[in-house]
Nanobody, 124 residues
Framework: QVQLVESGGGLVQAGGSLRLSCAASGRTFSGYAMGWFRQAPGKEREFVAVLSWSGYTTRYADSVKGRFTISRDNAKVTVSLQMNSLQPDDTAVYYC?????????????????WGKGTLVTVSS
């Protein structure tokens, strides 16, 4: 059974930092891009960041560029998202995702695997 399990969400004040992690299991993820989406209350789910298996391709949503950093450990099959300078607009449920096609992350293509999400709340 394929599982993507997120951790690290919580409550933080504006200007603070959080680090999200996602552990994948249940199949081989060799060749899979891994990344993050988020869904704020009352809004559609949106792309946040993605990193290809090789590490050659990294992409961020404009709203998080310069503040968020994605990284991965292929040996441990984990992906992390370091979030700095958090703002109330970053409040959302953050979802880990994996797919063979890295462009699917920012082109609204179908994503093969999803985690259940972790809540990040940024207070003003």
């Amino acid at each position: 059974q394929v599982q993507l399990v997120e951790s690290g969400g919580g409550l933080v004040q504006a200007g603070g930092s959080l680090r999200l992690s996602c552990a994948a299991s249940g199949r081989t993820f060799s060749g899979y891009a891994m990344g993050w989406f988020r869904q704020a209350p009352g809004k559609e789910r949106e792309f946040v960041a993605v990193l290809s298996w090789s590490g050659y391709t990294t992409r961020y949503a404009d709203s998080v560029k310069g503040r968020f950093t994605i990284s991965r450990d292929n040996a441990k099959v984990t992906v992390s998202l370091q979030m700095n300078s958090l703002q109330p607009d970053d409040t959302a449920v953050y979802y880990c995702a994996a797919d063979r096609v890295v462009a699917n992350f920012w082109l609204n293509g179908g994503i093969a695997y999803w985690g259940k999400g972790t809540l990040v709340t940024v207070s003003s």
